[in-house]
């Protein structure tokens, strides 16, 4: 009796500290090994260091990626320590809608968050940011990111934001010094 307690106990306790399951852009996890990324067979990657991350990974200029169907304008990937951490991908504004939608297929309706948006000539718009967490993953679109016409979509580990904070704070000292 005292043995299936402590199977039942140690069931219970496994399930309740399981880790959730991370966010995946075609199949690669946040947290997976730069071999991994650099190894994919849909992504043709030119890789280097950055004041960013350790690694930085974005298409070479001729390749073609897409998210949902939906040509991509620009996807980079953000290591530390050789483990992925950011996912960024930039599209054509006008296919956020169907990327959105193929996103609450996938993980389900985000929360929706509104921001204001102003553009260079002073006109104010609502701006949808969209957000999924899962642990200490997460998962955003912005409708728009810069202009009008540009949408987002980030896929980033709670260590990213750290890190990126970190690396500004020490760069902005580091700029100060030589002024």
Same mark, same amino acid.
């Given at each position: 009796?005292?043995?299936?307690?402590?199977?039942?106990?140690?069931?219970?306790? &496994?399930? $309740?500290? #399981?880790?959730?399951?991370? +966010?995946?852009?075609?199949?690669?996890?946040?947290? $997976?090994? +730069?071999?991994?990324?650099?190894?994919?067979?849909?992504?043709?990657?030119? @890789?280097?260091?950055?004041?960013?991350?350790?690694?930085? @990974?974005?298409?070479?200029?001729?390749?073609?990626?897409?998210?949902?169907?939906?040509?991509?304008? #620009?996807?980079?990937?953000? +290591?530390?320590?050789?483990?992925?951490?950011?996912?960024?991908?930039?599209?054509?504004?006008?296919?956020?809608?169907?990327?959105? &939608?193929?996103?609450?297929?996938?993980?389900?309706?985000?929360?929706?968050?509104?921001?204001?948006?102003?553009?260079?000539?002073?006109?104010? +718009?609502?701006? *949808?940011?969209?957000?999924? *967490?899962?642990?200490?993953?997460?998962?955003?679109?912005?409708?728009?990111?810069?202009?009008?016409?540009? &949408?987002?979509?980030?896929?980033?580990?709670?260590?990213?934001?750290?890190?990126?904070?970190? *690396?500004?704070?020490?760069? $902005?000292?580091?700029? $100060?010094?030589?002024?």
């Amino acid at each position: 009796m005292r043995i299936l307690t402590l199977l039942l106990l140690s069931l219970c306790y &496994s399930i $309740a500290y #399981a880790e959730e399951p991370t +966010f995946d852009f075609k199949g690669i996890s946040l947290g $997976a090994d +730069f071999s991994t990324v650099k190894d994919h067979p849909d992504f043709l990657l030119n @890789c280097s260091r950055s004041s960013l991350a350790d690694k930085e @990974c974005s298409l070479v200029p001729y390749a073609v990626g897409t998210i949902a169907g939906i040509q991509v304008e #620009a996807l980079s990937f953000l +290591f530390f320590d050789d483990k992925l951490h950011n996912i960024s991908i930039s599209i054509k504004q006008q296919f956020f809608g169907d990327v959105l &939608s193929a996103l609450e297929a996938k993980y389900g309706h985000g929360e929706l968050q509104t921001q204001d948006f102003q553009n260079r000539m002073g006109a104010k +718009f609502q701006n *949808r940011v969209y957000v999924w *967490r899962r642990g200490k993953s997460n998962l955003t679109a912005s409708e728009y990111v810069g202009t009008l016409d540009k &949408s987002m979509i980030m896929y980033y580990t709670d260590h990213y934001i750290k890190e990126r904070d970190n *690396r500004k704070a020490t760069g $902005a000292g580091k700029r $100060a010094k030589d002024l």
